[in-house]
């Protein structure tokens, strides 16, 4: 049996898309304040753009409703999307997964990329921000933009902070562009989660490494490290 279990966040542990959604809907309550638009119609236009493309979202909302805008009122809107309080869950196995790791005497690390306000909120509302569900968390953006995955540094740290081998470690993650190329340097099991709506799962693996097994449903987990 391994001795730590080290698990990614977004269309890991939780829905990316539903985040998404939950960050539109605060936009829209904010441009209905703003310019009076009905704010389902107006989520549901974000949406649909950011199925286009996800790239400039409110830019081209602006854009579609003939909006002059400047780029400090753009970031006003990233803001309020990235300071919202989000409307999210745990997926259904997360919980029972995570206890029986925990009843098994396994370790629980949390490593995820994203811009840390976000992200701890995020935590704050899935009630793990500062508890004991797990024993260690990074938020690689508080360490700074370059500590992102897939650079080694934060895998190094968690390893540290557990005091374990690498071939002790387990990471689960979801984007084949960046959670599983620890891979190449360290001979740490690396597992992939497959998500329904999975934002990433179209990536293409950074340099070829994939991970070492995939799995469904993380009910399955603990078979495949033990």
Not at 109 to 125: E, I, P, W
Not at 197 to 203: A, E, G, L, P, W
Request: proline share 4%.
């Amino acid at each position: 049996m391994k001795k730590a279990v080290i698990f990614d966040l977004d269309d890991t542990l939780i829905s990316e898309d539903e985040y998404i959604k939950s960050g539109y809907k605060a936009v829209a309550w904010f441009l209905k304040d703003m310019y009076g638009w009905d704010e389902r119609m107006t989520c549901r236009q974000l949406y649909d753009l950011y199925l286009e493309d996800s790239r400039n979202v409110f830019n081209r909302l602006m854009e579609a409703h003939d909006i002059r805008y400047k780029d400090n009122e753009i970031m006003e809107l990233v803001e309020v999307y990235r300071e919202h309080k989000p409307d999210i869950s745990f997926y259904p196995d997360v919980k029972p997964c995570l206890y029986a790791l925990k009843d098994r005497g396994i370790r629980l690390g949390l490593l995820s990329d994203g811009y840390a306000v976000a992200q701890r909120k995020k935590l704050t509302v899935l009630g793990v921000n500062g508890k004991k569900i797990f024993d260690k968390i990074i938020i690689t953006d508080e360490l700074g933009r370059d500590y992102w995955k897939p650079d080694p540094r934060p895998f190094i740290m968690m390893k540290e902070a557990f005091h374990i081998d690498w071939k002790d470690m387990v990471y689960v993650g979801d984007n084949p562009e960046k959670d599983f190329f620890i891979g190449r340097d360290f001979p740490i099991m690396t597992i992939r989660i497959m998500r329904e709506k999975s934002v990433y799962k179209d990536r293409l693996y950074k340099e070829g490494y994939r991970e070492s097994a995939r799995l469904n449903s993380l009910a399955d987990l603990i078979k495949v490290i033990s």
